[in-house]
Structures are given as structure tokens and as C-alpha cells.
């Protein structure tokens, strides 16, 4: 799993951007599907950054799933809850239906227990008040109460997968903010996480002029040369304010 | 309605059953679909549990629905509301059309105050924050400032019903915590109860397990003699924070 | 935008009339459909009046639409921002689609200190989370992080549009409350304040008589004329209560 | 069943009538909402006039719907087609669910030998084929050959239900031509008819001045007086080909 | 493959069921979800019986899915087209999206030349009416004539997925008549093509009767003894028109 | 107009090209989103080129689309049908809207007769089957009876629009086979009718060689030199058989 290994540097600037940000990064590299359609967090922990391990669900069959599969320890979900990685973020594919349980209150507490740095379904969970209540970030659709075999299979883990219509990698780094989850491509996340924090010094910087109460032309974007050295000047000036700014 | 009264045992466990849990066992009854689908609470209070008493609305038609229908005392949404027994949950099948509203915030005070157990509609209340602020449960998919008689027609009280995707027969118990309805068979309410209570009873142990860091394997479920062991000396030991466990 | 300028007493009234009861006496004016469907606002302030500046999306286009259109000063969003009137509310057509933002914090920050009275779309905003902290009313559908070009060209400004299924001309009174969004067209704005103001009174006496145990009948509507005397000494009694009660 | 029947003059004009043509001459009596919508015919016998006869669905439940249940007599889906009487049109209410059948080919077999007038539901039919090869009108959403079981219980017969999200009362006329069906309340069939034929001798001379070369200004709809005129002579000629036209 | 191999006596019973009797017999051995919902054929042949070969989609990526992705030789979608068994009717899992094609003409040309049974996605088809002028049972949603790329990204084969809802393994039997397809699990392939071969004498028996004018009750289903002996009698007549009759 | 007519040679280019090669080609010019998504034709005549004149549709509101609308000569969508100049194809933004008619037989037939190539809508036609019967290319998404007033208000004409999910600006070439119907933007219709018409020979082909027993690879893509000679030499012979290709 070396290889998923974030860099510190881009974990702490990926932990400082929003995903509108990101996502506007991304599409200046040509991406435009990053953003997974449609979660919203259980809890009032947001903020996640990690690297993606991957469970796939497919429709359950009555005579596969009945409620004693999970006596199986090699069962692909409990395998998942037990075999990701700490500082991991578990992204389930329930094909956006979220009319069974993607998982619930104690298996999310186990993935919380072993250091896992959040979860994400694009169907829902149960215990969902329960989820919502720990420390740590989980996303879903809305709250699915019925146990999970009644519509899901799990199939394995750590294959490329769908999820919120957005396609996820093992390793590709999952991040998001209060608004939503962005899947940001494994070889990009660097780079990525460098300009968008750059965009977000910007941005931070137009945000204060528009409050002193400049309109949009010349500020933003930056057509006019004596915003661009204003807001030049201001950076330097801020320098502090942004410890993680310059190349690296 | 007194074959509708539920034991005071019965509804005791289900006030502290969870829906998740709940479905669980249902399921082990054979019954996959009993989770009213996408409906969301509007305030604060989310307990809940009763027989259900149904309304149903068809789709409305100009000529037969104006305004000064509800003049008549025999309109079934009226007739509903001053007739639903004290401790039931009134429960309207609106086709999952939040589009109008399926009530508002003086029939839904109306029916808290004649001592109803709460209200649950698959389309949308109108008055919501309102509704929202009553010490009531009241469940609905989406907020419908629009009047009922925009898209819907009392057509009948007391008939078996779909609401959320799910059968509801009048005298059903409906039950709600903070993650949505369930729907329980009348005939199964004793059984459901006692089993879930059981049930939550073997996950809150689960849960201190897992927090104390165990992991899942061998205990949930429970295939390790020495977990089911431990699982039996703690409930032992917890007899006190139980009461409801038992026969009966 | 003279002929668009509301009577202070019509703002005032629309101010404290609800979406419901504003939607009751639409349809008394014969418009069923004058409630924005499936809208929810991003912060705590909900309360919202002011005629309507429309501003319309089509699906985009890779080569019309690349990153630097917003250097054009003629850019209908940008020029939307920077010319809606103060004391507008300013209404995007986004189709319903929240796959991309509909716009973003800086903008809306930018809307605000310009005066206007709130922005709503039908698809949904970036910096949901930004926006919600703004003292601001903010309508959409759901958070949307991907920058507004993946989804959406901004057409043009000030043209009949459609937003959340509903007709909106510009100069048509936008109303919201803590419930959702209401379009009232301008010829009726001072009439349907007039009369749902009226009704408002109505219902505060009605739900008096509730929380007192009053049933409906004779009461809701008020057939019996011991009751409609009852609601017009009160009213009577309560006129410093009511003070945009009358004609005008 | 008497007063269903239909007047043969009634009926004849009906079954030359266009569904596109009778939903216009409702909505002029201020009826929007009486076309069945996303229905299509199962085989080339599309011409349909008939009372509607009533069945509805709710979801099933695995412990009230075995396969069994067709052995008791009184189920209402086996009593609804042994009981509809002959010249009736079948509705059924399937909640617009086409993922298990609502009927299949011997069921509509039968029906269709005891007279029936053809058979709608806005969910599926199983056997599709074979009731396409039938010499009966059918109209449903698409295919479904799961076992009605699987998703429908049938709850009654004869009771007001939704179709295609129009409300159908039993009595209530259905027409169908090759495009949809249209329910026509039962006190309006004869207006709705004579009118609606009145307009159809109508369309076919617009038709005929289009082909011819005309444009539409003047024409349709007729503000011309000349065309009035014109109109009014054609049809003075043409009254052999339209034996309907006249009160009564 | 050979453990994938039809006997060829369930071959021949499975080309004379209806999916409709299918999925009844598979719903009497408790399976619920075996009908692939949404699909239509292409063209006139629908008949296709094979062991499934399935390939998997999942959302594609604009740096991943350029044109020139198929240049290589080990791409999925080649490699399934290359690969597919002869007698195997291809499954694809599209997520049901049918905005950009599943496989286009040239594809499944080869396909059909390779010997494969069929072709199967729950996306759609590109040069559709060139694949529905084939001689080769192909179904999907709708036409979709965008290429693959936009929208998938083909990223394994022979791995369970989901197709139309349904869970669909490597090996299970692929039916289809002109309503649908369904998915037999591979274990119950002999079982169930007999025990529905079984039940379609009876039905053909059954529509007999309804013909010659026999009421429901107690022929369908047979609970009278009378007809259970009529039937008996009629099949013992039949024989020769049953030759798949029997055991094994 | 004269800026939208199209050369002749791309006109018949586009006529032998199907909409699935387009799109392809397409997509090598970075455009992603030309099909119009889920339109089917009314008829048997598919096959249709020429310039966009676009129509848009709003939600209609009962005080401003009565039956009468009809008598004003300025109503946009007569105004539509009168000016949409001869060899263009008319395309109407109808929000994706079936549940009315966006245009009926009489209408479509004048604009057949006044020499447009085709119409096109999102929504649906009313008298589909007459419109099917004319020798006129028509698509829309499923037969409307209602009429238009009940959904629908003609806001203005000759704007960009949406359609089917794809942006349509007046002047862009609308091209549709059976399959379905693309829009190419104006400035790259020659370029891609060219295109397009060598890719389709190079189709063709390969049809050829997969008929005659080849396998994909090295063929298709043709990354074989040896295939690509071969082509080279059969496209020489082919000369006569393909009088468009070449330059211009």
C-alpha cells in the first residue's frame, strides 16, 4: 500500500480545500466527473482526506445471501471492514440504491477503530443517527434501516468501481469538505492539491475584495493588471497566513 | 379498535428498539420489504409507535375537488383526523406525490391533540416548520406548500394502503426512531418486539466490544464459543439495565 | 424597474404570510402551480421578497464554453450579478440539474452586497457551506461542487423562464418562508397579499381554537356562524395584532 | 350496472374520436388531467370505449401473497375479471410498478370471452405476446413477466383508484385510440362526445384547407368570418359523412 | 467452459418456456428478482437460451478513455468480443446507462460470427437498427448512439455483476422470449427448465379451456378434482405434441 | 438565413452517415453531449439534415394560456410554424415534458407543407399516429394527447434551447437516422460531414472482413499495416461506390 501513500504536504493542503475548488483544478486537467453525485454527510465531521479501497455490491440473490453469510470470514465485506488500510477511505459501489443498508452502526465503528480516515456509500446506511453521532466523516444517499442482504451482495474488494456516477480507483484519493466528495485521480493528487491551494489563496483574496465591495470585472478572473498586482502584493503580504504555498 | 391495542409490554420494547434492528428480525420472518422508503422526519421528536390508522388520496379532478369541499363533514382527510383512535398513527397513502400538500399544520395540532400517536405521508406536509415545532412525530418525504386539493382526493379511511412502498393494513404497528418508519404486521408485533429487544440487546455488547477494539470475526456475528460465552455473562451481569428482556 | 417596484404594504404583508397559505389563495385565483418544486434552502434565513431577475441555462458546450468566458464582461452570469436591482431576487433556469453549481460563493457574496433580496436555481450551488453562513436567502436543489461550465452556458437574462417546474416572468413576486419558494405573478402580487394576509388571521384564530380542543367541524372552514362571529369579535379585539389588516 | 351503460349514439361518436381531440374538449370543461400518461397498446387493436370496472393494488407481503392465494375464489384479482361486466374496460391501479405483472394471458383470455371491452393498467402484463396476438385492446407500461405476487396484492374492486395518474371512478369512460387512453367522467360522456365530434368534423376540413395549401392564420383557429363561412358550407355538403353530428 | 455446458435436453425445454412461466417456477424456488427489468429486443428473433459471459462497465475517465484505448489488444471490450464461448450470450453491466452505447454493430457482428447465443446489456446499443437487421437475439434499453468511451469505461470480464437489477454470475442461463430475459441461476437450470415445461403443458391446457369459455375458478388453479383429472386425461392425449416431457 | 444553408455536398454526406459515426467524430472534436437523449421517430421516414429553428417552451399558468391564445397571430408557436424557413428542421425545448403535446398533426402538417426537413421535440406529439402516417421526419420522446396549453407556454423562437439533453443553437445542423437524432454545431458541419463519410467507408469495410470470418484485431482499430493497405487497396476499387469522398 506504500504506493498509496499521500504525501503529508498534499494531505495537509487537500484538508484546507473545498471540493468546488478541487473540482475546478480537475476540469482545468480535462476532468470533468470527479465529484460524486448526490451524498450528504451523517455527521458533523466532514472534513476527509485518504486514499480510496474500493467494496462492490451487486443485487442480492435469495439463496446466496441469507442472514448467515457473515458467519464466513472470508465474506468481502467483513473482509473490507477488517483489511483496510489505516488512513484509508472505504467507497462502497451499492449501484445509488439505497433501499438496504450499504453497512451500519457497528461495522463503521470497527473501520473507525482501525484508523480508517472515512467511508462512503452511493446507497445509505443504517444506524445512520448512530453514525452520526461518532467522530468520524461517512457519506451516503439518505438512511437505508433494512439489513443489507435484502438488496446487496457483497462482491470484493479493491477492483475499480462506480460510485455516485463518478468511477473510483483503488488509490485515487478520496477528499471532501461540508459540500460533498471529490475522487481525485492517484497520479494528479500532487499536483492537484499544489494549484488548488494556490486557486484557494485567490479566491480568499477576491472573497475580501468583494466583501470591501468591488464588483466581479477585472477581479475575478484577474483580467485587470492592477488587481493581478494587487492581489500580488496581498499574497506576499499573507505569507504567513499560508504556510503551505510555493512547489512541493 | 381494542384488537389494535398493543401491549403495554410490546410497545415499550418497540419505543426502544431501533428500526435498523427492527428489520432485522422481520426479515428473519420472511418479510424483506417493511421500511417505509425516503421519508424523513420534519422536527425534533422521532419515537414513535402505534397501530396504524390509513387514508388514502387518489389523484384529485377539478370538478370534484374545489376548495369548499372540506365543508362537508363526511370529507374523508376530516373525517380521518376526528376519527383516528388515541395512540394510533395515522398513515396517508399520497402516491408518493409531494407535489401538494397531504396536510398542514392545523389538521396535524387537530390530530396531536385528540391524542394520536403520529402521522407518517409518503408525499409532503404543507406548513412544515410549523409541523416541525409540534411535540409530535410526523414523517414525510419533502416539504408541500401546495393545497391537498392541487393533486389529491380523500377517497377512503381504514383500507389497506402502499405508503412508501410498503403494505400498510390498518392496525399494522408503526414504528420510528430517527432513521425512518417500519412497518410491522399486526400478528407479528409480540414476537418482532421480544426477538429485536433480544437482538439489541447482543449488539449494545457487540458495540462495547468494538470499542474496547476487538474485531468482528467470531463475535458478530457470535460464531466463537467464547465470545457467546462472554455475551452471556455480560447480559447476566446487565439484568438491571434490561427489564424488558424475557418471555412475554 | 419602476413597474416592478412593490408596494411597502404588499412587502410587508408578503413578509409574514406563509408559502402554504400564499399557495391556498393562488389556487382561489385559479394557479395550481406557483410553488417551486423540490427546493431547499442553505441557510438559516428563509424569509424572502422581491420581483424576480431571471437568468437562463442551456446544457453547455466543450468549445463554447471553456474556462475563460468569465474574462468576457458580457457573460450573462456576470453580467446577471452585476446588474440584478437591489432588492431583487434573482432566479436561475438551471433544468433541474444540480450535476454542476449553478454559481458559486463569490458570486452570491457579490449579489448580496449589491442589495439584492435573495437567489434562488432549480439546479444546485457550489460553496454550499459558504453561502449557507451568509446572511442571505439561498434556494437549490442540492449542494453541486463542479464548476458551473461542466453542466451549464448562461444564455440570457430577463426572459419568461422555468424554475422548479414553475413559470417565472421576470417582475414576478419571488416569496419564501422557512418552507420553500412561491412565484407570485405581479398583477396579482397586491391583491393575493391583501387576501392571504386576511387568511393568515383566519388561521391564527383557528389554531387558537385547536391547542384550545376545538374539533374542525363548523370550524375549518368556518361553516357554523357561531363560530364565524367568535373569529370576528376576536379579530375585532386583536386589530393592534394585525395592523396591514384592510384594504390597499 | 345499468346506469354505466353507455348511450349507443355516445358510444359511436366516441369510437371515432381521437384521444387528442376528447382531451381538448375537456380541458375546455376544466378538466387538465384525464389522459393516462406513459401507457402504450400490447397489439394492433388499439379502438377502446367502455365504463371502467375498478382493481387495485398495494405492495405485496410475503406472508399474504403465497402462490396459494389463487385457490380461494374471493381473491379480487380471479372475482374482477369473473365479475366485470361485458361491454366494461378493466382498470387496474398498479402504482405504476411494471417490475412484476399485473395480469397475464389466460387472465385476459378470459376476460376478453366474458365480454370485456379491453383492459388497462399502468403497470405490466406478463405474456405480452401472446396478449398482443389477441383481438383485444390491452395498454400497460412495458412487458413484465414476474408473478403478479412478487410486487402486487390485490386489494379491491369497484373503489375510485389512480391510473397513469389520473383518478378513474368506476363508471368513469374509457376511450383509447392508437395513441392513449382517456378516462371521461361518467356525467360528461354524452357532452364530451357530441362535442368532441363537433370538433373533430372541424379539424378534418382544417385538414383538408392544410394539405390544400392553407396557412393557419384565419384558419386555425377560425377567426376568418370567410373561413367560417367556408367551414360552414363544407360541412352543409359533407353531412353524409358524418351521420353523428347533431344534439342528442 | 465445460462446466458451463446446457445439457441439450434443458436447452431444448428453455427455448420452448416463456420467461413469464420462468420466473414463476423461479419464484417457487424462492427467487424473487430474476427478470431483467427495462430491456427491449433490437430485432425480430428474441429466442436466446446460454450460459452468461459478462463484461463490466463502470463510469469512464477522460484520461483513461480516449479513442485510442482500443488499439490495445487486451482492452475488455475487445478481449469479451475475442473471447465470449461459443453458445454464451454476452451480459453487460452498463449501470443502466444508456447515454452512450454499450457495443455498436461491428462488435456484435463479430460476436454473432464467433457462434455466441446472444447479447445482453441494460445500457443501449449503437447503429441499433444495423444490430436489430441481424439474425441475433440482442437486447437493451434504448438506441444510444454515442460512442462507448463518454460514458464507460470496460473494466473486467467474467466477474458477477448486476444487468437490468438482476445479479447476473458467469455460467447462470441467459432466456429470453419476446418479452424479456430472464436470468436462470446455473445450480437450478435443469430443474427449473423441466418443472416449467411441466407447468406450460398445463397452461396451454388451461388456455384450452378458457377458449372454449371455462371460467377461473377451480381450473386456474386446479383445485377441482374434475379438472385435475380432465387435465390428466388431456395430457395423456398429448404426448407426442410434449416431447420434453418427463424426468432427467 | 442564407449564413445557415448548408453546401450540397455536405447535405448529401450527412444524409449516408449514420447518427452513431457522427457522434464519433464528433467526440474526435472534443464534443461529448450532440445525441439527443431518449427520442424515438413517429414514423418510417428517420432520415433527415438541415439547420435548427428552435422553439422554446415554458410551464404554461392558467391566466395566460387559455384555449384562445390560439386566435393571436403573434403567438410564438404559430409564428413558429409560419416562418421556419423551407429545408430546416424545427426543434423544440420542451423542458423533456410528455405529459402534453408540444404540436399535433395540423400543425406539423403545414410545416410538412411549407418545406421544413423535420421536427423534432423532447416532449411529445398529439395525433402521433397521423403524424407517423405523413412522409415527414418526426421525433419526440412519447405520444401526448393533452393539449399543449396544459403544460406548455411558446415563449420565443430562433433562441439556443435545450433539447433531449444537448445544447441546439439556431443554425446548427439537426441529423437523425433511425437511431436517433444529432446535432452538429454549424461551424463543423462540413468538416465533420466529411469526416464522418471517409470514417463510414472505413466502416463499411470492415463490415465486409468481420462478415467474412476476421477477428477485431489489428482490424479494428486498424493498427496492422498489412489491414491498412488492404483498405487502401478495396477503398480504390470502392471508387465508384463512394462519389462524396475526397476533399471539399
Not at 28 to 38: A, I, M, P, S
Not at 42 to 49: I, Q, S, T
Not at 104 to 112: A, C, P
Request: aromatic share 6%.
Amino acid at each position: 500500500m506504500s504506493d498509496n501513500a499521500l504525501s503529508p504536504r498534499t494531505r495537509e493542503r487537500l484538508l484546507t480545500i473545498s471540493s468546488a475548488t478541487l473540482t475546478t483544478v480537475l476540469f482545468k486537467h480535462g476532468l470533468r466527473n470527479t465529484f460524486l453525485q448526490g451524498l450528504r454527510p451523517l455527521g458533523a465531521r466532514h472534513r476527509m482526506v485518504g486514499p480510496a479501497y474500493t467494496l462492490r455490491y451487486i443485487p442480492s440473490r435469495e439463496d446466496l445471501d441469507p442472514l448467515n453469510v457473515f458467519e464466513d470470514r472470508r465474506h468481502p465485506q467483513r473482509v473490507a471492514i477488517e483489511e483496510c488500510p489505516a488512513g484509508h477511505v472505504m467507497v462502497i459501489d451499492s449501484r445509488g440504491d439505497a433501499q438496504a443498508a450499504s453497512a451500519g452502526n457497528l461495522l463503521v465503528t470497527r473501520l473507525m477503530k482501525r484508523g480508517a480516515a472515512g467511508i462512503v456509500t452511493d446507497g445509505g446506511f443504517r444506524d445512520s443517527p448512530d453514525i452520526g453521532a461518532l467522530d468520524f466523516p461517512a457519506w451516503h444517499q439518505r438512511p437505508a434501516a433494512p439489513t443489507n442482504l435484502i438488496r446487496h451482495h457483497a462482491a470484493d474488494v479493491q477492483l475499480p468501481i462506480g460510485c455516485g456516477g463518478v468511477p473510483v480507483y483503488p488509490g485515487d484519493v478520496m477528499v471532501a469538505d461540508s459540500e460533498g466528495v471529490v475522487c481525485v485521480p492517484r497520479h494528479l493528487a500532487d499536483t492537484v492539491a499544489r494549484e488548488a491551494y494556490e486557486q484557494t489563496v485567490y479566491e480568499d483574496w477576491v472573497g475580501e475584495r468583494i466583501v470591501a465591495g468591488e464588483g466581479l470585472f477585472g477581479l475575478y478572473p484577474a483580467t485587470d493588471p492592477v488587481q493581478r498586482q494587487a492581489f500580488a502584493d496581498w499574497k506576499q503580504a499573507q505569507q504567513a497566513r499560508y504556510p503551505l504555498l510555493g512547489p512541493g
